[in-house]
């Protein structure tokens, strides 16, 4: 296979962008990276997007010639491909454009990542996410999206004792880090207080809990490594990557408190890239609610199994700590445009790894780490990022 | 690039399966498609399904995870990817799957193409299609999809003297070809008298002018070529695959009666294979509309711009004329099952190739071709595929 790296990143502001179309913050977010990259137009040899429902939340499929029009590229005649997985689609997308390139096929792909959610109601849009469950045996019968998590938290509490005060610190964690990240859609610390007086969504997860719906995109250019030194003095290489199912439903599943799609892609992501989890210093996790990430940190053996919760309230996954976890603010404060996700996470790896993070730089960030679920864990993606010197 | 043969083909039967669901029909085809490569479960590296509007028609989104679970794989915790692209969808399933392959990432994937249509009524279904054009400029100002194809015939018409007569011809001659094939939504033979006094949907195209709603799923089993020797006497070799877009509303186009994305996706899967379209044989190409496979073969260059009416009134494109287009009945009469058409040509094709095609057959097929599009052709998959002794 050849080795690809990022050459280029870019993304939106993140949060209720209503007087900006799906068009016009996919093409923002493109434009962005292309720029970075520092290529031109002609220089690309196709677009992949990550979007989950674009369908229903915007009543538009086929997204990817869409923005591949209206970024002016229309001309140019590119294959462009969508990609879905739940959650994990933005993930998905980057893994397909890696393998297009390695094949041999394409040096230059753009891979996107957008959604529009907050143009439906909260309702629809709780619906929409739980469609990527399973409709006819658990949404059917009233299991919300929030519900699911909740019996996977419940049972967590159950065997290791995890507290809600420990999933609050993942929470407070996330805000805090998202209050460095001038494009995150929450740029407030909270208290743990504030995270267990809230409204409860499903018990024992309240609002705070859980990430919010979100508009935004995001963006990263990828190059064949040879064709990518001459345009990056930094390119970040793609050094790993490992993506899972599992049962669609919960109730199928051999566990509640381990997500197996996490371990496994987990594990063909680190073999791949013949790293271990002790040489990662970054990560962006699949928090879309507090035990998430909890199970994430484990599943993926940065944190001993059923440990997350303490490790996280003494500070073990805070900026610059044993390994810091969603110093983006992840998707409970950086927001959560679900297609957005896995590229989003791209981006902000590719920034810690270039030193270019700013206010929540990683200090020595060498090897960094990608993590996205879909539905409630069918589907779990990990890219492990490497810097290229 | 490493080399990729399909060694299995399966599919449903085509039409309103009201007592199947999307789940049974997309396993049906993956089983089938097992089955005849003479594979076993382990043997299977990643599940890539062709959809495009599952959340819409079922409400479920994921279904990449979901057909893979209730196929009895999610204990292998496979990689599942699900691709959409408007009606191209399979297609470029198809294509991700052989890129895949080809880098050496995976050996053997299943890619499958599924839809489920007649659940929802007909309003909505051809609300659903039309989201695959451009909504913004194209669908909220009422034109529909048949609409939008109807304007590239008118413009046929007026440039080159195009008559309904001809563009009939397109449907007789796809209805006597399903009559030969068991899997087709429609076995019954019709005339052009028919066709033109069929109530009108768009002038002018009428009832019997456009392809069917229906639900159906296709699957193929893609290897590396060097492993598909040990699997299969009669590897079918994927000799070269070109993509392409264009701007997703009509009126942006340079030319209403050529489709760009045709034409370029044709000249890059020619050029891959190093072939000439006089090396082909049959061809499976996209007759969602009559006027679309006039288009289509005219595009592709088997027949000169501006004759495919006359050609294909002359016969020249029936069962073993100068090509045989839409041995299967096409879209017309095999039916549109969205998501399954780009692998159900597919699945066509690899028939026809082995000499598998009854009554249908192709003789002396040795190059078969598939044409899939999105939207009104703002995107356009072309695959060619040769016998690999």
């Known amino acids: 296979m050849r080795d690809v790296a990022v050459i280029g990143v870019g993304e939106t502001e993140f949060g209720e962008l209503w007087d900006r179309s799906f068009r016009d913050i996919g093409i923002e977010a493109g434009l962005k990276a292309i720029q970075d990259a520092k290529i031109r137009s002609e220089d690309i040899d196709a677009v992949y997007i990550g979007n989950m429902s674009a369908g229903k939340f915007i009543d538009q499929e086929h997204v990817s010639a869409l923005v591949a029009d209206y970024a002016g590229l229309a001309d140019m005649h590119l294959p462009t491909v969508r990609v879905e997985g739940g959650g994990a ?7 397909q454009a890696r393998l297009a390139i390695a094949s041999g096929m394409y040096d230059i792909v753009v891979v996107g990542g957008a959604e529009k959610m907050t143009d ?39 065997e290791f004792g995890t507290t809600r005060e420990q999933m609050a610190a993942v929470a407070v964690k996330n805000h805090k880090n998202g209050a460095l990240n001038p494009e995150a859609q ?19 997860l309240g609002v705070f809990d859980c990430a919010p719906l979100s508009d935004g995109a995001a963006a990263v250019v990828l190059c064949e ?8 003095d930094a390119p970040i290489r793609i050094a790993g990557s490992g993506q899972a199912s599992d049962f669609l439903a919960l109730h199928d599943r051999r566990d509640l408190t381990t997500l197996d799609a996490t371990v496994i892609a987990g594990k063909r992501a680190f073999h791949e890239a013949r790293l271990q989890p002790k040489d990662v210093q970054v990560a962006e996790v699949h928090d879309n609610f507090t035990i998430s990430e909890i199970l994430a940190i484990e599943d993926l053996r940065f944190i001993e199994k059923g440990k997350g919760g ?21 998707l409970k404060a950086r927001g959560q445009p679900v297609g957005a996700t896995g590229v989003a996470q791209a981006v902000e790896i590719v920034r810690q790894l270039r030193g ?14 990608t993590h ?18």
Not at 89 to 95: D, E, T, V
Not at 356 to 369: C, D, N, P
């Open 372 to 389: 996205t679920l879909g539905g409630t864990g069918a589907t779990a993606v990990v890219h492990l990022f490497e810097r290229g010197d």
């Open 120 to 158: 439906v109601g909260e309702v629809q849009a709780a619906e929409i996410l739980s469609s990527t469950a399973d409709q006819e045996w658990e949404s059917v019968f009233g299991a919300t999206f929030a519900g699911l998590y909740a019996m996977m938290a419940r049972r967590h509490m159950y």
């Open 310 to 330: 303490p490790a996280t309230a003494e500070g073990l996954t805070a900026l610059n700590g044993k390994i810091s976890v969603n110093t983006s603010g992840g």
């Open 89 to 95: 689609c933005g993930a998905i997308a980057l893994l």
């Open 186 to 204: 929450f740029q407030k610390e909270i208290t743990i207080e504030t995270v267990l007086q809230a409204p409860r969504v499903a018990e024992p």
């Open 356 to 369: 270019e993070a700013g206010k929540r730089q990683v200090v020595g960030a060498r090897h960094g780490l």
């Open 225 to 232: 490594m040879q064709k990518a030194r001459k345009f990056s």
